[in-house]
């Protein structure tokens, strides 16, 4: 039974640990995130365009997750309360998958 | 005795009264006119011009949002390009000879000229037969030359990524999520019914971008151009004239007139006067080539581009890109690449190119230039002992069309076989598995020159080169314009490196200045002396 009981507990720690270090946040929909992200980001945030350029590997994995939690300081807050927690949610999962420190970093030249 | 002396003194003094008057009068006469002249009567060439461009303005005769053959559901580009056609049906025939389309030289046979042939640049170097995938993102094409002309890159008003677009369309389709499919649905139909001439943002997303980045290539294009002031640009000022492309790029049947490689943007110096068919694209065509009030300034024309005055710096709001260095590319931080950004907030260092340097309110290098650019192919044998020449202006004094014309020079360290001595086209692309996610530039190079059937002995070398661009837009308003002392002067004038000439105010005869020094002391000591001697032989008053 104490075995059970260890073996119960190490397991729930290390799921603990894992999701720990994969993100701070419930994951979204990764995909969605790409779309809005290019439909309402990269509108403004791109080369020749108003506002600085942005992509995935512009910033790291902890960057983006804190730019999300205080987004409301930024230039453009009306645009992001425009959206959905979902929609953000989906934005950040995207960014924070493919960041720069991320396993996969996005491909953009 | 003392009275006919007080009458001549008297007529003496009426007669001076009298010129005084009339010198007075005189410059009442003339001054005040000239002035008025200034403000009421523009230059020859401003009036030509206004009149040139009178008819400005949109005078569309079709509403796109109105036709029937554009309200239906577009699931990939070529069913857009498709229902264009219907209506423009020699229009995909006229784009197929076009360099945009082919991105071969439409004005020479075969495949050698272009960026689809041989030619190369010291930027990404080469396309690689457009085989090198991240270049093709320029193409006019939906997808590099397959699935025909995406005709919305240059008609399109709204601002898409039409392959993005598509890519998620079918994605969400596929999930079932009907919900952001409609909304991606509208938003391309909203985008095909938004047909325009070709505007700044249309010509810009690729020309404003080349090279790279913004304001790599040309420094005198860059996204500054799409809303500029007039001080930067006095045609495409939006404070001013507020000129698209199209109204100097003028257009016959797709092709765009002012390409300049081996073959001059125009081949005669015509004004719309002399052909009111002649295309617009050189200053004369609409400013002729007696534009100035002051002959003396016209008498430059035939020798002196209006570029070369009239645009004294380029790079004039965005920092241009002077020199890059391939043979620093590869190093990497903690395994991975990384960009460090320098002055202007520019990337002075890229782990996937290299180094660059930055330059801002650049003055230009002056060349004879007849019109025509040759340049070296990756087929050609280069010296590299000496910088290599990429490109450089054609023409000399007195030769045909020749005159002299602003360069933008662009300096690079680039890659060559040391054994061939040819410049090697290394393929670059992640998606081809370049050197920018290699870092191999063995590999790179190897299948790079395999796609363009070239020999690459294996030896890697790094060689000098220089790559040209003709300054010719962002004409700064008149009161910018260059005066004479800018050239005219002894020491660093403008003209200091063109040689084979006499230039007033630069060049100088040492004998002939002796020379007239001389007479001009002779002769001011020959008044001297006269002078001394009417004194001396006057007779006194006190005598008389």
């Known amino acids: 039974m104490l075995k059970k009981l260890i073996c119960l507990f190490l397991a729930a720690g290390f799921v603990f640990v894992l999701i720990g270090t994969t993100a701070a946040f419930e994951q979204g929909n990764e995909r969605k995130g790409k779309y809005i992200f290019r439909k309402n980001c990269r509108s403004c945030h791109q080369e020749g365009k108003s506002a600085e350029p942005l992509n995935p590997v512009s910033k790291t994995q902890a960057q983006w997750e804190r730019a999300f939690q205080r987004y409301e300081r930024l230039e453009c807050a009306d645009e992001w309360e425009s959206l959905s927690e979902t929609d953000r949610t989906d934005i950040l999962t995207y960014l924070y998958n493919h960041a720069y420190d991320s396993p996969s970093p996005a491909t953009c030249e | ?544």
């Open chain 2, 1 to 544: 005795m003392n009275n006919p002396n007080k009458l001549g003194g008297l007529v003496l003094q009426t007669r001076f009264y009298h010129i005084c008057v009339m010198a007075i009068a005189a410059c009442f006469a003339f001054f005040p006119q000239a002035q008025a002249g200034e403000e009421s009567s523009p230059a020859p060439g401003r009036a030509m011009a206004r009149q040139a461009g009178i008819l400005s303005g949109d005078w569309s005769t079709a509403d796109h949002s109105e036709m029937e053959k554009l309200q239906q559901t577009f699931e990939s580009g070529p069913e857009i390009t498709e229902a264009c056609l219907s209506c423009h049906a020699k229009a995909d025939d006229q784009l197929f000879h076009t360099i945009h389309w082919k991105w071969l030289s439409p004005y020479e046979d075969g495949d050698l000229i272009g960026k689809a042939g041989y030619s190369i640049n010291n930027f990404c170097i080469s396309t690689n037969k457009m085989e090198d995938q991240k270049c093709s993102s320029c193409h006019i094409g939906w997808n590099g030359k397959e699935d025909g002309i995406n005709c919305l890159r240059c008609h399109g008003g709204a601002d898409m990524d039409w392959q993005a677009q598509f890519k998620d369309y079918k994605f969400f389709k596929e999930m079932g999520e009907t919900e952001l499919v409609e909304e991606i649905q509208a938003d391309i139909k909203e985008a095909v019914t938004d047909i325009t001439r070709p505007t700044r943002q249309n010509c810009g997303s690729c020309h404003f971008n080349g090279g790279g980045g913004e304001a790599v290539k040309h420094g005198d294009l860059d996204a500054s151009l799409i809303k500029p002031k007039r001080s930067l640009d006095v045609h495409m000022g939006i404070d001013g004239q507020d000129f698209s492309c199209t109204r100097c790029h003028t257009t016959q049947e797709h092709q765009v007139s002012g390409r300049v490689y081996s073959t001059p943007a125009v081949s005669e110096r015509k004004s719309l006067v002399e052909d009111d068919l002649a295309p617009k694209i050189s200053c004369e065509s609409c400013h002729t080539a007696t534009p100035h009030k002051d002959d003396k300034i016209n008498d430059h024309t035939d020798m002196v581009a209006c570029q070369s005055c009239h645009i004294p710096e380029f790079a004039r709001a965005h920092a241009t890109e002077m020199t890059w260095d391939w043979s620093k590319a590869g190093r990497l931080k903690e395994g991975k690449p990384y960009i460090e950004k320098g002055k202007y907030d520019r990337p002075v260092y890229k782990s996937i190119k290299g180094t660059f340097t930055w330059e801002k309110d650049v003055v230009p290098k002056y060349y004879w230039y007849n019109g025509s650019v040759a340049a070296v192919t990756a087929k050609d044998v280069i010296d590299p002992s000496k910088t290599v020449r990429l490109s450089h202006p054609v023409g000399e004094r007195g030769e045909g069309q020749s005159r002299i014309f602003p360069f933008k020079v662009h300096w690079a360290k680039q890659p060559y076989d040391k054994v061939n001595n040819t410049l090697v086209t290394p393929l670059l692309s992640k998606k081809n598995n370049g050197y920018w996610k290699t870092f191999d530039w063995q590999d790179s190079i190897s299948r790079g020159m395999d796609i363009m059937d070239l020999p690459w002995s294996g030896e890697l070398g790094f060689v000098e080169t220089t790559y040209v661009f003709p300054t010719t837009h962002m004409v700064a308003p008149k009161e910018q314009a260059l005066d004479c002392r800018a050239c005219h002067r002894l020491k660093s004038g403008r003209l200091e490196n063109l040689a084979g000439f006499y230039m007033p105010g630069r060049d100088r005869f040492q004998l002939l200045d002796y020379g007239a020094w001389g007479l001009a002391i002779a002769a001011l000591a020959a008044v001297l002396l006269h002078a001394i001697g009417r004194i001396m032989a006057s007779p006194g008053k006190k005598e008389e």
